[in-house]
């Protein structure tokens, strides 16, 4: 098993954060540093440490479901400082890591797991796991607004941002739009509204995949019922998206 696999499927975190962890040098397997990626692992021979501290794949895989007040960071750890994490909203006795983030500032929907593939697979881009948001804009969005935001053509980093579903969301609450989108950027919602001068005053995320938010308050938690672990392993079943190519010239 691949060490970055070996990692996720232990809880420690999501296979690209565990890629990283071993290329920042934080990963030894049996006493001996390793920052290749490519290396393999036996779980029933080798000894897999991070940060000095031994690492087991699980006996069972947990799913939880939060919704993340705003103001406390969706990662396991506070790089800079001592702000609150989502990890201390949860207790459980098994090592788990959030899927899907959201920024500071947004609250809603947030999956914790220890299941790594189901979290590779769900926040992986080809397989287009739908995001839903309810968002309120500072003002409100006219029809020829709404329909560019619809449109797309926008940036986000540099990198062109795919077309999304906007709507309004109630006829009696100006401002307030469902958004739905199958990629997730840092912060992308909040530079497109941005860019067509509508700033976001708040964020909620209340659908990811098969999963929704429903009645839980701010920074309450619970355990995914049988039948929506069972909607959410359905899901990653599926076969990721193929991306068009165009197609080639016509011969004359």
């Known amino acids: 098993m691949r060490l970055q696999k070996y990692l996720a499927h232990a809880g420690v975190a999501s296979r690209r954060a565990a ?52 103001y406390v960071l969706s990662t396991t750890q506070d790089g800079w400082g001592d702000r609150k994490t989502v990890l201390d909203l949860v207790d459980v006795p098994e090592r788990v890591f959030p899927v899907g983030r959201l920024d500071f500032e947004s609250e809603g929907l947030m999956l914790l797991t220890n299941d790594g593939e189901i979290a590779q697979r769900l926040t992986h881009p080809s397989f287009e796991h739908e995001r839903e ?23 986000v980093d540099g990198k062109p941002v795919a077309p999304m579903e906007v709507s309004p969301l109630r006829s009696d609450a100006p401002g307030w739009l469902r958004i739905v989108l199958k990629e997730g950027r840092k ?6 509204a941005q860019q067509l001068k509508y700033p976001v005053i708040t964020l909620v995320r209340v659908r990811f995949g098969p999963l929704k938010l429903g009645n839980l308050k701010p920074g309450a938690w619970r355990h995914l019922s049988p039948r929506e672990v069972d909607m959410l392993k359905q899901s990653i079943r599926k076969k990721p998206a193929r991306s068009k190519k165009p197609s080639p010239p016509r011969k004359k």
């Open 187 to 192: 912060r992308h919602i909040r530079e497109v």
């Open 133 to 155: 948001y309810e968002v309120l804009v500072n003002g409100t969005p006219t029809k020829d607004v709404l329909r560019r935001w619809r449109r797309g053509g926008f940036e």
């Open 19 to 70: 890629e990283k962890l071993i290329t920042d040098g934080r990963v030894s397997v049996n006493n001996q540093m390793v920052t290749e990626l490519g290396t393999k692992v036996d779980p029933r021979r080798d000894k897999v440490f991070v940060d000095g501290e031994r690492v087991k794949l699980p006996h069972k895989h947990v799913y939880i479901l939060l919704n993340k007040p705003r």
